[in-house]
């Protein structure tokens, strides 16, 4: 039996009685699912009553002939009819922190915990009282280690309304994520997380193509129309930094948007589009190019410098042209080096590092909160230097599950370098993507085909073994912060 379970038993029966009455203030013993596991490990019935009506027919019908072990589980403003005190065994009221006398009493009583997570902190006592802060600690590796509140979060998750034009969409579904991987539980909602991305996989082929082209006057609708919109927005005579963190999907902007909420900070979030293929050869390429990116570049940061210093001093605009003396680019720091030069353009890569390394969204959202309290830190000090921030990204990164690895053969007309990734395929031509896709029909309705490549729709990958990546065009992906920070 288990531990907790015989706890609940001693407290809630009594030797020689079968029927017995208890008043549950904190409402521990109405979860069904504390219900069932006492029942199925003890045979013990808790019945929750709400009015002596009700036990009057409960008992007269089912209980006073049986032998059964029944608990009533009663309110502290419940009234026995006295007739009934011969039969059933009035107990002292009983709470779940009765039983776990080390930890605050107010934070258990506030928690709603499940049976497990009950479990989890009732097999691990201490011999001192521990803090309200520390309770809440332990309770949160409950959670994280039984998976509690999975179906409730799941729940949320699948209810949330999707407009893929609208900000609330995917900041609802992010902050939503950021509680469930936290709590160690993305794979138990990965079957949701499917239905969003077919929704959001409707509204990729009916208007990304277009949004490519798009007004960029209100906001930049995809990466390529970022500096055309700084440049429409800011008079020659503002201070404006960008900062592109590298592979940071939206939900893990959520955890840095909180820590600079802590430092005062009131961001104001949007979001954009990826380019497709969502790798950083073109989509990092598209954002500081300012238009559409071509396929022969070379991703390192001497052409990403080049291209931002370029576009803001050959502006077609003369009021709006820079001198190059005015225009900076620093890789790998959120610090300016001169904090006098008006457009500063910063390329932070340290959580693509951490989230290629990653074995699981957990492990991520672990490495992201370290990562993002410096981070915030950094941005507080741009912020304090008078500049007009804006943060996004190059593509986000989802965890996407093995098909298999390219045979050689497959790879032979591959386009060039980088035009094979785990999650995109780039071909010489159209009629060797063509061949490919025909020779692999089973996985021909998971694909994006646009002309000479072809990225998953799905969560799946072109290696043998699961890892966290990007490329695709899934939601996770795709849809990417991008957050002004006004001075």
């Known amino acids: 039996m288990d531990k907790l379970v015989g706890a609940i038993y001693s407290r809630t ?32 019935l808790l019945l929750p009553i ?20 029944v608990c009533y589980i009663v309110s502290n403003t419940f009234e026995m009819l006295p007739d009934l005190y011969q039969y059933i065994y009035s107990l002292p009221a009983f709470s779940l922190s009765d039983l776990l006398p080390s930890y605050d009493e107010v934070e258990i009583r506030q928690s709603d915990i499940s049976f497990e997570a009950a479990s989890y902190a009732y097999n691990r006592q201490y011999t001192y009282n521990l803090s309200a802060h520390e309770t809440r600690s332990v309770l949160r590796d409950a959670r994280a280690f039984t998976g509690e509140d999975m179906y409730k979060y799941g729940s949320k998750l699948s209810g949330t309304s999707l407009n893929w034009d609208n900000v609330e969409t995917i900041t609802s579904i992010s902050e939503l994520l950021v509680e469930i991987i936290m709590r160690n539980g993305y794979e138990s909602v990965e079957s949701i997380i499917t239905n969003l991305n077919e929704s959001f996989q409707e509204y990729l082929d009916s208007k990304y193509f277009a949004l490519l082209t798009s007004s960029f006057i209100n906001k930049p609708k995809t990466v390529n129309r970022i500096l055309p919109h700084l440049s429409f927005n800011h008079s020659r005579f503002e201070k404006v930094a960008l900062i592109v963190i590298d592979g940071m999907s939206y939900w893990q902007y959520m955890v840095l948007n909180k820590e600079l909420i802590s430092k005062g900070i009131t ?14 050869k073109l989509s990092r390429q598209a954002i500081f190019k300012g238009d559409v990116p071509a396929a022969d570049y070379v991703q390192n940061p001497s052409n990403e410098s080049a291209l931002w210093k370029k576009f ?22 959120l610090r300016a080096n001169d904090t006098m030069k008006l457009r500063q353009a910063f390329v932070d890569v340290e959580l693509d590092h951490k989230m290629h390394s990653s074995s699981s969204n957990k492990d991520l959202y672990d490495l992201t909160s370290n990562w993002a309290r410096k981070a915030a830190e950094d941005i507080a000090v741009l912020h304090n230097q008078g500049f007009v921030i804006y943060i996004t990204t190059d593509h986000g990164n989802i965890h996407a599950h093995k098909w298999r690895a390219l045979t050689s053969h497959e790879k032979v007309f591959l386009y060039q370098n980088e035009s094979r990734g785990s999650r995109h395929l780039t071909y010489q031509d159209h009629n060797a993507l063509t061949s490919f896709l025909d020779s692999n029909m089973d996985i021909r309705a998971e694909q994006m085909v646009h002309d000479n490549w072809t990225i998953w729709r799905t969560s799946k990958c072109f290696k043998n073994q699961d890892e966290i990546t990007h490329g695709g065009s899934h939601f996770l992906e795709v849809v990417i912060p991008f957050i002004k920070i006004e001075k």
């Open 312 to 333: 803001w001093t050959e502006l077609g605009n003369p009021d709006k042209r820079f001198n190059e003396f005015d225009v900076e680019y620093i890789y790998g720091s």
């Open 267 to 280: 961001p104001k979030c949007d979001f954009t589009l990826s380019w497709l293929p969502s790798i950083t």
């Open 50 to 69: 709400k009015t002596s009506l009700e036990l009057r027919v409960r008992f007269e019908l089912y209980d006073k002939d049986s032998c059964s072990k």
């Open 13 to 44: 029966t009594l030797e020689g009685k079968h029927l017995t009455i208890v008043r549950n203030p904190d409402g521990f013993l109405s979860r069904p699912d504390v219900q069932q596991r006492v029942l199925n490990e003890s045979n013990l």
